[in-house]
């Protein structure tokens, strides 16, 4: 199984440029999110998902969008990307919603000058 | 206001020491406190903790959880190079939210 994937590993925006960072699994599991870990911070929830068709906002949503059409993706959108987005985002997927280990992602390092 | 904090921030040890990592916690409706190991790239996840008292223990790794006084450690025993590494502590809590403590770099020195 490939477990959860990202893509793209590394990219580099222009300040007001969007973007879809992707994110899939194939371990039909239904608790998707999305964090950003800046050095010195730990991860950071921006958005989840307990299913399809479901999505929530975390601790550090804004400038962020997502959606839920499947199972299998999770695809997170930065509508103008600024300075302050720059960071390693992470794509996680657990198998319920509560009291499960989640599965990360590779990571895409995203700048943004 | 939700806080997750960890200490020390980092930690050098030598080869064969025993270390003990902290990880405390203020949220609303605890759920469970997980531990994961990040080394170059994707967290991995070492233990869950839900019950207060109860050790989850794998090979030289151990944990326990004290939902009384709101904290868990992790202890590594006999360490090795290969543990040096980030570890970080999450708490759940609430209906779907996670907050992740800011971690400790440990440093393994052979």
């Known amino acids: 199984n490939a477990g959860v994937t990202q893509t793209p590993k590394f990219q580099v925006l222009k300040t007001g440029q969007s973007m879809t960072l992707q994110c899939a699994q194939d371990m039909n599991h239904e608790y998707m999110s999305w964090y950003r870990q800046d050095p010195g911070m730990g991860l950071r929830l921006i958005h989840y998902s307990v299913g399809a068709g479901i999505t929530d906002q975390g601790e550090v949503p804004n400038g962020y969008n997502v959606s839920r059409s499947t199972t299998e993706d999770f695809p997170l959108r930065l509508l103008s990307a600024a300075p302050s987005q720059t960071s390693v985002y992470f794509c996680?997927?657990?198998?319920?919603?509560?009291?499960?280990?989640?599965?990360f992602g590779p990571g895409t390092r995203l700048t943004v000058t | 206001e939700d806080k997750v904090v960890q200490s020390p921030l980092s930690l050098v040890v030598h080869e064969g020491d025993t270390v003990t990592l902290n990880c405390s916690y203020e949220?609303?409706?605890?759920?469970?406190l997980l531990w994961y190991k990040q080394e170059k790239k994707a967290p991995t996840f070492l233990f869950m903790l839900?019950?207060?008292?109860i050790e989850k223990k794998s090979g030289r790794l151990s944990s326990i959880l004290d939902k009384k006084e709101l904290f868990s450690i992790l202890n590594i025993t006999a360490t090795q190079t290969g543990d040096s590494a980030i570890y970080l502590c999450?708490?759940?809590?609430?209906?779907?939210?996670?907050?992740f403590g800011a971690g400790t770099r440990l440093t393994v020195k052979p």
């Open positions: 996680a997927s657990s198998p319920r919603t509560l009291n499960y280990e989640q599965y």
């Open positions: 949220v609303t409706n605890f759920r469970s």
């Open positions: 999450a708490v759940y809590h609430n209906n779907n939210d996670m907050r």
């Open positions: 839900t019950s207060s008292g």
